[in-house]
């Protein structure tokens, strides 16, 4: 999942800008030299230069950023005995998949005073309740995007990515729960679900889709929408977001069988070297402020009540533009019918064995 920049002119750009400029500094991590490096490993191209930039300014402290482009590929990294990371970023479900494992410390709340500005209305508890381990960072969604000056007839539904007319201008994410998901959806069952029936199913319908399927990309689907070598697909909320900005011709739509949305964290590694850095971080990032430019520069759904505040009074054009572009607001609608990812526990091997006799298909 790569979490490209939007490179339009929303005068949100401008307000993140001067706000970061205004805020109230950081407060320098305590302890010795150890505590002025902090080693994150979080989503390839999805934390802003300024955030970082501004965090090293205020506190003294270097980051050294390294990226990865799925959660299977950071958990994989991190579980084998990577060593020397503070911070990871994992989505939802995987919280509780790595605390139970001993892979995640616990955080300390009272470092983190700004954690009063998450949004207590999203489903935090669901993986992690209490932020015992974690703290928001952004949240979005996989749906369908579809280019409405190659395809005119209504788009609704997964099942459309099925019609014989699609076939060689689908593209799909390259990531494994999100797919089969899809394909579960579809046809009206879980994306949670461990019943082998069901992800039999799913296969054989996946299986029938993956020949007029272009090219699977979680890094940067959008391009092929925009370049037009795929015209409808599965892809991120952001990604929609970057092809609608440049081409408002292509919707973001959410199907009627239901939306998987997706929460994004900071957490902290077992044994992290740097934990006051991380602290100092997570509570950086948790600033209205800082929110702000994250936001700016990633057009996801920002989890930071107070933030969205803050641009409320500072800036409402961009408030507006917000609010009103569905990939980055949901409607009602669809997070009523919404779904968050789940761990499956030993019926991960089942989605592992689908996922690749799917790629497999897919002649990768």
């Not at 950023?65 to 959660?71: K, L």
């Not at 939306?259 to 602290?279: I, Q, R, S």
């Not at 991960?348 to 897919?362: N, P």
Request: negative net charge; proline residues 7%; hydrophobic residues 45%.
């Amino acid at each position: 999942m790569n979490r490209r920049t939007l490179m339009i002119g929303w005068t949100l750009l401008v307000v993140a800008g001067v706000l970061g400029g205004c805020a109230q500094p950081a407060e320098p991590a305590g302890g010795g030299e150890e505590d002025k490096v902090l080693n994150l490993f979080a989503w390839s191209e999805y934390v802003p230069q300024a955030l970082l930039d501004g965090f090293t300014e205020e506190t003294g402290i270097q980051v050294n950023y390294d990226a990865f482009d799925s959660n299977e590929e950071m958990y994989a990294k991190i579980s084998a005995g990577a060593s020397g990371y503070d911070l990871i970023q994992p989505s939802d479900y995987w919280i509780g998949v790595m605390s139970r494992q001993g892979l995640l410390a616990e955080i300390d709340l009272t470092k983190i005073p700004n954690i009063v500005n998450a949004d207590p209305s999203l489903p935090y508890d669901l993986y992690d309740p209490g932020h015992k381990y974690s703290v928001p960072y952004q949240w979005g969604s996989a749906a369908l995007v579809v280019n409405t000056e190659k395809i005119t007839e209504p788009i609704d539904s997964y099942m459309d990515l099925w019609n014989p007319e699609f076939a060689g201008r689908i593209v799909l994410l390259d990531d494994e729960r999100q797919v089969i998901g899809m394909a579960l959806m579809a046809l009206g069952y879980s994306p949670n679900t461990t019943d082998t029936a069901e992800l039999e199913a799913a296969k054989d319908l996946l299986l029938e889709l993956v020949p007029g399927v272009r090219l699977f990309d979680s890094s940067t689907p959008s391009t092929a929408i925009l370049t037009g070598e795929a015209d409808i697909g599965l892809i991120w909320n952001g990604e929609g977001g970057i092809a609608h900005a440049e081409n408002p011709a292509i919707d973001f739509v959410y199907p009627q069988e239901g939306t998987v949305f997706w929460y994004d964290n900071l957490a902290m590694v077992k044994g992290a070297e740097h934990p006051e850095a991380a602290h100092a971080f997570m509570n950086y990032v948790l600033r209205p402020d800082v929110s702000l430019l994250i936001t700016a520069e990633f057009p996801y759904s920002n989890p930071n009540a107070a933030a969205l505040a803050l641009l409320q009074t500072e800036d409402p054009d961009a408030y507006a533009a917000y609010m009103g572009f569905p990939a980055m607001n949901p409607p009602a609608e669809a997070l009523a019918n919404a779904f968050v990812l789940a761990d499956v526990g030993s019926a991960t091997e089942i989605y592992d064995t689908i996922w690749t006799e799917i790629k497999t298909a897919a002649g990768g």
